[in-house]
């Protein structure tokens, strides 16, 4: 199961693999490439070997820290358009409260740890990428 994706990100699949009906709280959040400071789209790169890893320790680590039974991470590489999703987060547990703590962190815990880069193009026809966040304990 790819945890990066170069089409459009299918929620439906994501749905389909973690049904469960011990499972009374679903959570997805889905991160889009919004207008900001005149970007038009964004270049989403990553080191696959690595962020394909990463990815599925964040899913693990998410399942070992809350009471959940599920959690899916998928991230979009390639040029995308104002509006397409550019990260799916699908956290299934018992109850809404475990699901939504799980969903937070482990989008939060993506985006600090996940090697994917973003170059953004904007308006006027620059291109920039997004500063990073260092990794933890890295000099």
Known sequence: MNRLAEQTLDIEALLAQ???????ALVVFGGTV???DGVQAIDYTAYTPL???TLAEIEQETLLRFDIRHCR?????GLLRLGELSVLV??????????FDAARWAIDTLK???PV?????YKDGRKTFVEGTPIAGAT
């Open 18 to 24: 973690t049904d469960d009906p011990a499972c009374g």
């Open 34 to 36: 919004r207008l900001d």
């Open 51 to 53: 962020a394909e890893k």
């Open 73 to 77: 991470l998928v991230h979009r590489t």
């Open 90 to 99: 699908v956290v299934r547990a018992a109850h809404r409260g475990a699901a």
């Open 112 to 114: 600090a740890r996940v």
């Open 117 to 121: 880069w973003k170059e953004e193009h």
